[in-house]
């Protein structure tokens, strides 16, 4: 079975400035296009760091977790699928997008950049099916 890794916009363009809702919201456009990719093919084993993120935001407010130590964990969970999904709607790559992008740059896995269309992702989900 496939496995890919979602990056997406957690905290989005506002960055540091980004509330909780603004957070909840993003996540929740890539969940549902997530969801989306899971009914167009599902035997893709596909991580969303969204749909974990109640989890993350969690140790964050408790200070448990730094966005540091996140974004260090996502480099070790990235090379472990078979490629990235980059879903970038409205054009923009956040700093952890552009860093799950050059971790997987150097694990030389296969880069999808998507802004919601499925046909590149089903083109390279079929190199991998067949």
Known sequence: M????M????????????????????NRKACEFAARIRQACPTLDL????????LVQEGIERGILTAEQILEIDQHLVPKRDFLIVYAPDDRLSGGMLL???????S????????GDLTVIMAVLGGFLR
């Not at 496939?2 to 890794?5: E, F, K």
């Not at 799950?100 to 150097?106: F, N, V």
């Open 2 to 5: 496939p496995s890919a890794y």
């Open 7 to 26: 990056a997406h916009a957690i905290r989005g363009p506002k960055g540091d400035d980004a509330t909780r809702a603004d957070m909840e919201a993003n």
């Open 47 to 54: 991580y969303c760091p969204g749909e974990h993120d109640e």
């Open 100 to 106: 799950e992008l050059h971790t997987a740059g150097r």
């Open 108 to 115: 030389n896995m296969p880069i999808v950049v998507t802004d």
